[in-house]
């Protein structure tokens, strides 16, 4: 019995300090994991700062885009407001007075000369022709008798050439009897488009009534009235252009086609048509343009997008990109046109101008290009 009770004293015995050496085991291990999940969150700690540095970083950065300066052509141009003509345009008037019977041709219609317009109640002018036909006719057999007998020797030199007077009127009378008749068709007096119909079918008109009008729009023109100071730099051929704001910006190429050679001392000025090419089929009468005329060009000048010039106190300014900063520098401008302007000094070939972002940016201010635009 005492050997059963020491037996089962030394088991607990074991089974304690083995539960002592376990428990331990697994608080080092545990220990040992502490450690690492430590570490590893003290290493995420330093990435995320070094994440947040570089973030506030680029916040301190102004956005803008670039567009890199180029070569190519640009003119200088003498500008004037003007309306689209055209060397053709007609008001139609009857020769006769009459019914309108039928309308022939509408607003629109392109015709040739010599299509008709409309036709006028031609009752009373046919029976007018065939009236001065059978009077001619009769004077006609009357001149013949009268020729035979002076053949003859039996009528008088006066006499006959008093028939020979009577045929002639009788001839005249039925002509115009027959162009009268004619006329009761009136025709397009021009190659050309119907700008307008003024006339309706019933109504009665007189030679003082304007019925159509048409108009040529094969030869379109444009009068200018240019200061006198430019009379010299005028010549006959000259090159230009021709836009409107209302067909975007397309742009019509011209000529100058007439100098008048007189200034008007009212104004101080002198007129210049200028013609137009065949390229002008968006353009029509009466239309508002600006006119170019280039006076002088410049085939290799360094330009830039007008967009990008900052206005100073008078003077003109780009902010040119170097090592991501913006730099405030001062240009000289020689031509220019609607978008585009010549550098004559400041900026050289290949620079980056920013285009969007530089109003309001400071000599030297730290940026980040986002986008570089191409020329098109």
Same mark, same amino acid.
């Given at each position: 019995?005492?050997?059963?009770?020491?037996t089962?004293?030394?088991?607990?015995?074991?089974?304690?300090?083995?539960?002592?050496?376990?428990?331990?085991?697994h608080?080092e291990?545990?220990?040992?994991?502490?450690?690492?999940?430590?570490?590893a969150?003290?290493?995420?700690k330093?990435?995320?700062?070094?994440?947040?540095e570089?973030?506030?970083?680029?916040l301190d950065l102004?956005p803008?885009?670039?567009?890199?300066v180029?070569?190519?052509?640009?003119?200088? =141009?003498?500008?004037?407001?003007?309306?689209v003509?055209?060397?053709?345009?007609?008001d139609v008037y009857?020769?006769l007075?009459?019914?309108?019977?039928?309308?022939?041709?509408?607003?629109?219609?392109?015709?040739r000369?010599?299509?008709?317009?409309?036709?006028?109640?031609a009752?009373?002018?046919?029976?007018?022709?065939?009236?001065?036909?059978?009077g =001619?006719?009769?004077?006609?057999?009357?001149?013949?008798?009268?020729?035979?007998?002076?053949?003859?020797?039996?009528?008088?030199?006066e006499e006959y050439?008093?028939a020979?007077?009577?045929?002639?009127?009788?001839?005249?009378?039925?002509?115009?009897?027959k162009?009268?008749?004619?006329?009761?068709?009136?025709?397009?007096?021009?190659d050309?488009?119907?700008?307008?119909?003024n006339?309706?079918?019933?109504?009665?008109?007189?030679?003082n009534?304007?019925?159509y009008?048409?108009?040529?729009?094969?030869?379109?023109?444009?009068?200018v009235?240019v200061?006198?100071k430019?009379?010299?730099?005028?010549?006959?051929?000259?090159?230009t252009?021709?836009?409107?704001?209302?067909?975007?910006?397309?742009?019509?190429?011209? =000529?100058?086609k007439?100098?008048?050679?007189?200034?008007?001392?009212?104004?101080?000025?002198?007129?210049?048509?200028?013609?137009?090419?065949?390229?002008?089929?968006?353009?029509?009468?009466?239309?508002?343009?600006?006119?170019?005329?280039?006076?002088?060009?410049?085939?290799?000048?360094?330009?830039?997008?007008?967009?990008?010039?900052?206005?100073?106190?008078?003077?003109?300014?780009?902010f040119?990109?170097?090592?991501?900063?913006?730099?405030?520098?001062?240009?000289?401008?020689?031509?220019?046109?609607?978008?585009?302007?010549?550098?004559?000094?400041?900026?050289?070939?290949?620079?980056?101008?920013?285009i969007?972002?530089?109003?309001?940016?400071?000599?030297?201010?730290?940026?980040?290009?986002?986008?570089?635009?191409?020329?098109s």
């Amino acid at each position: 019995m005492k050997n059963i009770y020491k037996t089962l004293v030394l088991v607990l015995l074991l089974s304690s300090l083995l539960f002592a050496a376990c428990s331990g085991e697994h608080a080092e291990g545990e220990n040992k994991v502490n450690s690492s999940d430590s570490s590893a969150t003290d290493s995420s700690k330093k990435v995320s700062a070094k994440l947040a540095e570089a973030k506030e970083e680029d916040l301190d950065l102004v956005p803008v885009e670039i567009f890199e300066v180029w070569r190519g052509a640009i003119s200088s =141009y003498i500008i004037l407001s003007s309306t689209v003509e055209t060397e053709q345009y007609v008001d139609v008037y009857p020769y006769l007075t009459g019914i309108v019977a039928t309308l022939l041709a509408e607003e629109g219609d392109d015709l040739r000369k010599g299509a008709p317009l409309l036709r006028l109640d031609a009752e009373e002018y046919q029976l007018r022709e065939a009236k001065a036909l059978t009077g =001619y006719k009769s004077v006609q057999s009357e001149f013949k008798r009268a020729r035979a007998q002076f053949n003859k020797e039996l009528l008088s030199k006066e006499e006959y050439d008093k028939a020979s007077l009577s045929l002639e009127q009788a001839k005249l009378s039925w002509q115009e009897a027959k162009l009268n008749l004619d006329r009761t068709i009136v025709r397009a007096p021009i190659d050309g488009i119907v700008s307008l119909r003024n006339v309706r079918q019933g109504d009665r008109v007189t030679p003082n009534d304007h019925i159509y009008s048409m108009v040529n729009l094969e030869n379109i023109i444009a009068t200018v009235h240019v200061p006198e100071k430019e009379l010299s730099s005028i010549k006959i051929n000259q090159l230009t252009y021709l836009s409107s704001d209302y067909l975007g910006d397309e742009k019509f190429e011209g =000529y100058v086609k007439r100098i008048s050679p007189v200034v008007n001392p009212a104004t101080g000025t002198f007129k210049v048509t200028i013609g137009l090419g065949d390229n002008h089929k968006g353009l029509r009468p009466g239309m508002f343009v600006n006119t170019f005329i280039v006076t002088m060009t410049n085939n290799n000048a360094l330009l830039l997008d007008k967009d990008a010039i900052v206005y100073d106190n008078d003077k003109r300014f780009v902010f040119v990109v170097k090592d991501s900063l913006a730099l405030k520098i001062a240009v000289e401008i020689g031509f220019e046109d609607a978008s585009t302007v010549e550098i004559l000094n400041g900026v050289s070939d290949s620079d980056k101008v920013i285009i969007v972002g530089q109003n309001g940016l400071k000599d030297k201010t730290k940026v980040k290009v986002v986008k570089e635009r191409k020329i098109s």
